[in-house]
């Protein structure tokens, strides 16, 4: 490991990095020295490596974990400014640390990283070594909360896991530290030792004094003007916190007064060192960033129609953002050729995750010529008496560059004026073309957008090439720094990455050449394809992985599957916890017996040309190590009891003002138990129980490890702890349903569980205030207002419960603890529920006037929902029509403040008295809380009557006693229908031509 050490930092010295120390310290990561999080702030350049020791209490494991450390080494990179090549010179330094790139499978996944605590963030990714991750690889954005001008580009190399796979170890101590030495030898004492002290033996009121003194230490500092001591004491101040986190000493209150002093720290530190060092005159000087290029003065032209090849190169783009991006590129490319008189044939558009390729069928030469008429003055004030051009009429002429006997008179809406015809003459394509690409570049956003050497370029990643063909002549685009040519790159690995793009026709096919599959359909075929035919060769199947083929698809350039295996004594572990780990952590594709059962098999896909053998062996190393973890994980889990566990929920964070996680679990349990209260005996003592654990399961460490496998792990804890199956799954699926439309609770206490959990989300987070804004929507409160719709709609149990109602059900829980919501909140969170509702159902193909009818019921959404139904059902019954149209004109003429109001000594005239008793007889038959159905039955008999009133009667009569009886007589007709739907919603959809 010794050799590796001395490798990188030669590596990185010789391409022009300065050799620094391990800061004298504890420090969480690389990161927190000040040569990396001090040094990327302000303008100077600045390139350094060092080693540093990472000290994580947290991950303290007595040395018996194989993968995890309290102190681990991290290699630490800083290019400032970016060097506009980081990967490929990150490639070379796996090169000199004597990893094969070719035969192995080197990958960039995305993984963006943040320091609240630090007011620090970048874009970037987690470097793979045969799906192992290896180093964290990030553009810095932020740090301090200041925004970093130029952006820095961080390496951060997980030294440990390295050499595990290159020298083929299954656990640290077994890593070769120096000839003779291993690193267990060397350092497995103090891995124990030091793991001991923080999670056994750490003094816990000599670290909330140490924490204290460092805090007042670092103020002092500040005061002084001291960055770098400050620096140092918010340090101590990092550590100490992490040493009383591991023993379990911080509360949710606790961790969050502690956060936010420590932020106050880190950026005040940062931005007086930024102002020491512009005090200083920034002695190293200002980093230099690349010009912006330029057109040429003449630009080539084409004298047929051509194909159009406009390729973007991106580093490797998120996955999520491949097809988001080239169907962006796509519309704006279309838009803007639709701006201009460019003829041409059909946009298409494909992508990698390095790639947006775009081609467009037959481009003309050049514009058509258009005639374009320019309005001058009056004709009245254009010439003079005598007929001559008056100055007003020379000053145009002048401007359009004619002589005034060229004027001609033009009418212009009747009025006649002056003014000249010109042809506007047709500019060519690659002049069109050249302006339009660039301003497509420009543009270029994604959900999270960076900076990197190009200072007026921002995307999800840097934009590092640019091809522009049309037919075979190179159309020239310049964006900022960026100018486009016909050298395209391919592989990194390829003998020639760089190579030149002969033209613009059959470039798909070219790049197959070079080992790229640019058609995202044609990657995931193949994908597909190999993973079925590899699963069957063990007499297993690959199903139901969609999502993930998905992001597979846009993880690779060129897929390559292999079939890998694990120890079938895994498989005792629930499968759910083998195939999150497969699925989130590694992109495997599990494998499956026909009958649904896991085989101990799984699918990876490679990117591009590797040594099978290596890096299946590789893929199968990490995917053992995952296991082994989650195997510990189960195994410590398994000793703690549940109710034991939910305890510590205390140690957890909610939100700040929402109290820990426990006081969320309370307040559940309570929300549950008020909505439960009529259940059957049976249902009643299972939910109660339920309700007492309820989300313990978070406090377990393999939840904390993997969350997604919330509620599954609550399931496999209780049973085998000794609770009931029904309490068991109701525990399960109060986490249900995990997304939109995803399955429901079966079961009546799981689905209150489910309900209450979502209810206490939207209450306390519309409570304070943390309502969704855009696309910014952090807990998930869209998916929790669709989930407690679904689980109203979808469980009969349920049908009755009010929306309203509930929400204010959990609105008494937070008041119990203290918690203030106030009512606009409650009306606010109601108001969110419902429109989430009424898109949810307009997107499932409801007609919008449908739905809108049936709103007012929204509050029960079973309701609305049987509604809905009886209105499609009846939307071509012409009674029913003749209903809606009668019921509709008297909601037209009825004020809204009218009250409904019988005075039967004002109403004598036949169809007054026809349309009274029809209503007495309505309202007889109706019973309470009848449905849509049932009300449309015995409504019918008003149709006529009020037909007929309105042809016999005139509603508005002088006597106003008459009037306000007729207009009584309306709204009770209007007031008794109005609790079914809002008629009027309902348009004209309905309506009969009469």
Same mark, same amino acid.
């Given at each position: 490991?010794?050799?590796?050490?001395?490798?990188?930092?030669?590596? &990185?010295?010789?391409?022009?990095?300065?050799?620094?120390?391990?800061?004298?310290?504890?420090?969480?990561?690389?990161?927190?020295?000040?040569?990396?999080?001090?040094?990327?702030?302000?303008?100077?350049?600045?390139?350094?490596?060092?080693?540093?020791?990472?000290?994580?209490?947290?991950?303290?494991?007595?040395?018996?974990?194989?993968?995890?450390?309290?102190?681990?080494?991290?290699?630490?990179?800083?290019?400032?400014?970016?060097?506009?090549?980081?990967?490929?010179?990150?490639?070379?330094?796996?090169?000199?640390?004597?990893?094969?790139?070719?035969?192995?499978?080197?990958?960039?996944?995305?993984?963006?990283?943040?320091?609240?605590?630090?007011?620090?963030?970048?874009?970037? &990714?987690?470097?793979?070594?045969?799906?192992?991750?290896?180093?964290?690889?990030?553009?810095?954005?932020?740090?301090?909360?200041?925004?970093?001008?130029?952006?820095?580009?961080?390496?951060?190399? /997980?030294?440990?896991?390295?050499?595990?796979?290159?020298?083929?170890?299954?656990?640290?101590?077994?890593?070769?530290?120096?000839?003779?030495?291993?690193?267990?030898?060397?350092?497995?004492?103090?891995?124990?030792?030091?793991?001991?002290?923080?999670?056994?033996?750490?003094?816990?009121?000599?670290?909330?004094?140490?924490?204290?003194?460092?805090?007042?230490?670092?103020?002092?500092?500040?005061?002084?003007?001291?960055?770098?001591?400050?620096?140092?004491?918010?340090?101590?101040?990092?550590?100490?916190?992490?040493?009383?986190?591991?023993?379990?000493?911080?509360?949710?209150?606790?961790?969050?007064?502690? +956060?936010?002093?420590?932020?106050?720290?880190?950026?005040?530190?940062?931005?007086?060192?930024?102002?020491?060092?512009?005090?200083?005159?920034?002695?190293?000087?200002?980093?230099?960033?690349?010009?912006?290029?330029?057109?040429?003065?003449?630009?080539?032209?084409?004298?047929?129609?051509?194909?159009?090849?406009?390729?973007?190169?991106?580093?490797?783009?998120?996955?999520?953002?491949?097809?988001?991006?080239? %169907?962006?590129?796509?519309?704006?490319?279309?838009?803007?050729?639709?701006?201009?008189?460019?003829?041409?044939?059909?946009?298409?558009?494909?992508?990698?995750?390095?790639?947006?390729?775009?081609?467009?069928?037959?481009?003309?030469?050049?514009?058509?010529? @258009?005639?374009?008429?320019?309005?001058?003055?009056?004709?009245?004030?254009? +010439?003079?008496?005598?007929?001559?051009?008056?100055?007003?009429?020379? /000053?145009?002429?002048?401007?359009?560059?004619?002589?005034?006997?060229?004027?001609?008179?033009?009418?212009?809406?009747?009025?006649?004026?002056?003014?000249?015809?010109?042809?506007?003459?047709?500019?060519?394509?690659?002049?069109?073309?050249?302006?339009?690409?660039?301003?497509?570049?420009?543009?270029?956003?994604?959900?999270?957008?960076?900076?990197?050497?190009?200072?007026?370029?921002? +995307?999800?990643?840097?934009?590092?090439?640019?091809?522009?063909?049309?037919?075979?002549?190179?159309?020239?685009?310049?964006?900022?720094?960026?100018?486009?040519?016909?050298?395209?790159?391919?592989?990194?690995?390829?003998?020639?990455?760089?190579?030149?793009?002969?033209?613009?026709?059959?470039? !798909?096919?070219?790049?197959?050449?070079?080992?790229?599959?640019?058609?995202?359909?044609?990657?995931?075929?193949?994908?597909?394809?190999?993973?079925?035919?590899?699963?069957?060769?063990?007499?297993?199947?690959?199903?139901?992985?969609?999502?993930?083929?998905?992001?597979?698809?846009?993880?690779?350039?060129?897929?390559?599957?292999?079939?890998?295996?694990?120890?079938? $004594?895994?498989?005792?572990?629930?499968?759910?916890?083998?195939?999150?780990?497969?699925?989130?952590?590694?992109?495997?594709?599990?494998?499956?017996?026909?009958?649904?059962?896991?085989?101990?098999? +799984?699918?990876?896909?490679?990117?591009?040309?590797?040594?099978?053998?290596?890096?299946?062996?590789?893929?199968?190393?990490?995917?053992?190590?995952?296991?082994?973890?989650?195997?510990?994980? &189960?195994?410590?889990?398994? %000793?703690? $009891?549940?109710?034991?566990?939910?305890?510590?929920?205390?140690?957890?964070?909610?939100?700040?003002?929402?109290?820990?996680?426990?006081?969320?679990?309370?307040?559940?349990?309570?929300?549950?138990?008020?909505?439960?209260?009529?259940?059957?005996?049976?249902?009643?003592?299972?939910?109660?129980?339920?309700?007492?654990?309820?989300?313990?399961?978070?406090?377990?460490?393999?939840?904390?490890?993997?969350?997604?496998?919330?509620?599954?792990?609550?399931?496999?804890?209780?049973?085998?702890?000794? %609770?009931?199956?029904?309490?068991?799954?109701?525990?399960?699926?109060?986490? !249900?349903?995990?997304?939109?439309?995803?399955?429901?609770?079966?079961?009546?206490?799981?689905?209150?569980?489910?309900?209450?959990?979502?209810?206490?989300?939207?209450?306390?987070?519309?409570?304070?205030?943390?309502?969704?804004?855009?696309?910014?929507?952090?807990?998930?409160?869209?998916?929790?207002?669709?989930?407690?719709?679904?689980?109203?709609?979808?469980?009969?149990?349920?049908?009755?419960?009010?929306?309203?109602?509930?929400?204010?059900?959990?609105?008494?829980?937070?008041?119990?603890?203290?918690?203030?919501?106030?009512?606009?909140? !409650?009306?606010?969170?109601?108001?969110?529920?419902?429109?989430?509702?009424?898109?949810?159902?307009?997107?499932?193909?409801?007609?919008?006037?449908?739905?809108?009818?049936?709103?007012?019921?929204?509050?029960?959404?079973?309701?609305?929902?049987?509604?809905?139904?009886?209105?499609?059902?009846?939307?071509?019954?012409? $009674?029913?029509?003749?209903?809606?149209?009668?019921?509709?004109?008297?909601?037209?003429?009825?004020?809204?403040?009218?009250?409904?109001?019988?005075?039967?000594?004002?109403?004598?005239?036949?169809?007054?008295?026809?349309?009274?008793?029809?209503?007495?007889?309505?309202?007889?038959?109706?019973?309470?809380?009848?449905?849509?159905?049932?009300?449309?039955?015995?409504?019918?008999?008003?149709?006529?009557?009020?037909?007929?009133?309105?042809?016999?009667?005139?509603?508005?009569?002088?006597?106003?006693?008459?009037?306000?009886?007729?207009?009584?007589? !309306? @709204?009770?007709?209007?007031?008794?229908?109005?609790?079914?739907?809002? &008629?009027?919603?309902?348009?004209?959809?309905?309506?009969?031509?009469?």
């Amino acid at each position: 490991m010794q050799e590796a050490l001395l490798a990188l930092t030669k590596y &990185w010295t010789d391409r022009g990095c300065m050799m620094v120390q391990p800061f004298n310290t504890e420090v969480g990561a690389g990161t927190l020295n000040p040569a990396t999080v001090l040094r990327v702030l302000g303008p100077e350049p600045w390139r350094v490596a060092y080693v540093e020791p990472s000290v994580r209490p947290d991950d303290a494991r007595y040395g018996q974990n194989p993968n995890r450390l309290q102190t681990h080494t991290q290699f630490q990179v800083i290019l400032k400014p970016d060097p506009g090549n980081p990967q490929e010179l990150y490639l070379g330094s796996l090169k000199a640390l004597g990893i094969d790139v070719e035969a192995n499978d080197v990958r960039f996944v995305e993984d963006n990283w943040a320091s609240p605590a630090l007011g620090a963030w970048g874009l970037g &990714w987690e470097v793979w070594l045969n799906g192992l991750e290896i180093t964290q690889f990030t553009y810095f954005q932020q740090a301090g909360g200041m925004t970093l001008d130029p952006v820095s580009v961080e390496i951060t190399y /997980g030294v440990e896991r390295i050499m595990m796979a290159l020298q083929g170890v299954d656990h640290f101590k077994d890593i070769a530290y120096a000839p003779g030495i291993s690193y267990g030898e060397a350092f497995g004492q103090a891995e124990y030792e030091m793991s001991r002290y923080y999670l056994d033996d750490a003094d816990v009121a000599t670290n909330r004094r140490l924490f204290e003194d460092y805090a007042a230490e670092a103020e002092r500092q500040l005061e002084q003007r001291l960055p770098v001591p400050a620096h140092y004491f918010v340090l101590k101040c990092s550590h100490t916190f992490n040493v009383l986190d591991s023993r379990g000493a911080v509360s949710t209150t606790e961790r969050a007064k502690a +956060f936010g002093r420590m932020r106050g720290l880190a950026r005040r530190v940062a931005k007086l060192w930024a102002e020491r060092r512009e005090e200083l005159g920034h002695p190293l000087g200002l980093a230099e960033l690349p010009a912006a290029t330029a057109l040429p003065s003449t630009l080539p032209t084409t004298d047929e129609p051509a194909t159009l090849l406009f390729e973007i190169g991106t580093e490797e783009l998120p996955a999520a953002e491949v097809t988001k991006t080239a %169907e962006a590129v796509r519309q704006s490319i279309t838009t803007r050729l639709g701006g201009t008189r460019l003829e041409h044939g059909e946009v298409r558009a494909h992508a990698t995750p390095r790639r947006v390729v775009i081609t467009v069928d037959a481009v003309a030469p050049r514009e058509a010529d @258009a005639e374009k008429t320019v309005k001058g003055p009056r004709a009245s004030a254009a +010439f003079d008496a005598d007929g001559n051009p008056t100055k007003a009429a020379q /000053g145009f002429a002048r401007g359009q560059g004619i002589d005034p006997s060229e004027l001609q008179k033009i009418d212009v809406n009747g009025v006649e004026h002056v003014g000249v015809i010109k042809t506007e003459i047709g500019r060519t394509a690659v002049e069109v073309l050249s302006e339009q690409l660039a301003q497509v570049v420009g543009e270029l956003r994604a959900d999270k957008n960076m900076r990197w050497n190009d200072p007026k370029l921002s +995307f999800t990643r840097p934009v590092r090439w640019l091809v522009a063909l049309l037919g075979d002549v190179e159309i020239p685009v310049a964006v900022s720094s960026l100018a486009s040519g016909r050298e395209t790159r391919v592989h990194r690995t390829a003998a020639a990455p760089t190579v030149r793009v002969p033209g613009a026709d059959g470039y !798909l096919d070219f790049l197959a050449q070079h080992g790229i599959v640019a058609d995202p359909v044609a990657r995931r075929e193949q994908i597909v394809a190999a993973a079925a035919e590899l699963a069957a060769s063990v007499d297993g199947v690959v199903e139901g992985e969609d999502a993930l083929l998905e992001e597979i698809t846009n993880l690779v350039e060129q897929p390559n599957a292999l079939l890998g295996s694990f120890e079938e $004594s895994y498989l005792e572990l629930p499968s759910e916890i083998l195939t999150t780990v497969m699925r989130k952590h590694q992109r495997y594709l599990p494998v499956r017996a026909a009958d649904g059962s896991l085989r101990p098999k +799984f699918v990876a896909v490679a990117n591009g040309d590797c040594d099978p053998d290596v890096v299946r062996a590789g893929n199968e190393a990490v995917l053992r190590a995952r296991y082994e973890d989650a195997a510990f994980f &189960w195994r410590a889990d398994l %000793e703690v $009891s549940p109710q034991d566990m939910k305890a510590g929920l205390d140690k957890l964070a909610f939100e700040e003002r929402l109290g820990s996680m426990a006081d969320r679990a309370k307040r559940i349990a309570g929300i549950a138990l008020a909505l439960g209260a009529e259940l059957s005996t049976e249902d009643g003592e299972t939910l109660a129980r339920a309700a007492e654990l309820a989300k313990f399961d978070l406090a377990s460490q393999m939840v904390v490890e993997l969350t997604s496998l919330a509620g599954v792990m609550a399931r496999e804890y209780a049973l085998r702890a000794g %609770e009931t199956p029904a309490v068991a799954t109701a525990l399960f699926e109060m986490e !249900l349903p995990r997304t939109a439309g995803g399955t429901l609770p079966s079961t009546v206490p799981g689905a209150v569980l489910s309900l209450a959990d979502r209810l206490d989300l939207l209450v306390g987070l519309f409570g304070v205030g943390a309502n969704p804004t855009g696309s910014s929507d952090p807990f998930g409160l869209r998916r929790a207002a669709l989930g407690a719709i679904g689980v109203l709609r979808g469980i009969p149990a349920l049908n009755g419960v009010k929306l309203g109602a509930a929400l204010e059900l959990a609105a008494e829980q937070f008041r119990a603890q203290g918690v203030d919501i106030p009512e606009q909140a !409650l009306t606010d969170a109601r108001e969110f529920v419902l429109r989430r509702f009424e898109l949810h159902l307009i997107d499932a193909g409801n007609p919008h006037q449908f739905v809108g009818a049936v709103l007012p019921l929204a509050d029960s959404p079973a309701a609305a929902d049987r509604s809905l139904a009886e209105l499609t059902r009846r939307a071509g019954d012409a $009674s029913f029509g003749e209903l809606v149209a009668a019921l509709q004109r008297v909601r037209r003429i009825v004020p809204a403040d009218t009250a409904p109001s019988l005075n039967t000594e004002h109403l004598k005239e036949p169809a007054e008295r026809a349309v009274l008793d029809a209503l007495d007889d309505a309202r007889d038959a109706l019973p309470a809380e009848a449905p849509l159905s049932v009300f449309v039955d015995v409504a019918e008999v008003l149709t006529a009557p009020i037909n007929t009133f309105f042809d016999d009667v005139m509603v508005m009569a002088e006597d106003p006693d008459v009037r306000a009886a007729r207009l009584g007589l !309306l @709204a009770s007709i209007s007031d008794f229908a109005g609790r079914q739907l809002d &008629w009027q919603a309902l348009g004209t959809e309905l309506t009969p031509t009469r």
